[in-house]
């Protein structure tokens, strides 16, 4: 059974050539658990730079988070600490493969309301680009 919630995503993207890049992003989603896994979905605007086309699925399986991108924007990326995982990108002007790695993956959720903390590297062909934090807050709507 699907409820709907409150998501604040806050978030942080530090290249290290300049002052860290800050964005706050709150809207309504769904909520939904399914064998065990939690999920949540909400859909991007011209906010995100994603376009209002483009639903994010979050997915949590126990310490392991996906997000997902599907519409004119469409993506996946796995954050699990201490691993690296290459992920697709999509964007506009053309998609590409990034490394992700996740230095710290903090889930803390329960039935359906919690805070979801990741700080993670990107890498371009094996090279740093980024150092970012994202905060999901999840409340009941």
Do not use: W
Request: hydrophobic content about 30%.
């Amino acid at each position: 059974m699907s409820k709907e919630v409150i998501i604040s995503i806050e978030g942080k993207q530090n290249s290290g050539t300049e002052a860290a890049d800050k964005t706050l992003f709150v809207t309504t989603g769904n909520y939904y658990e399914k064998n065990g896994k939690h999920y949540i979905t909400y859909k991007e605007t011209e906010i995100t730079g994603f376009g209002s086309n483009t639903t994010t699925t979050v997915k949590v399986d126990g310490s392991v988070v996906t997000m997902m991108r599907f519409g004119d924007n469409n993506s996946q990326l796995v954050f699990e600490q201490g691993r690296k995982h290459i992920g697709y990108y999509e964007t506009p002007f053309g998609g590409f493969t990034v490394g992700i790695l996740s230095e710290c993956v903090d889930v803390n959720m329960k039935e359906g309301v919690g805070d979801i903390n990741i700080r993670y590297q990107v890498e371009i062909n094996n090279t740093p680009q980024s150092l970012n934090d994202i905060h999901l807050r999840i409340r009941e709507a």
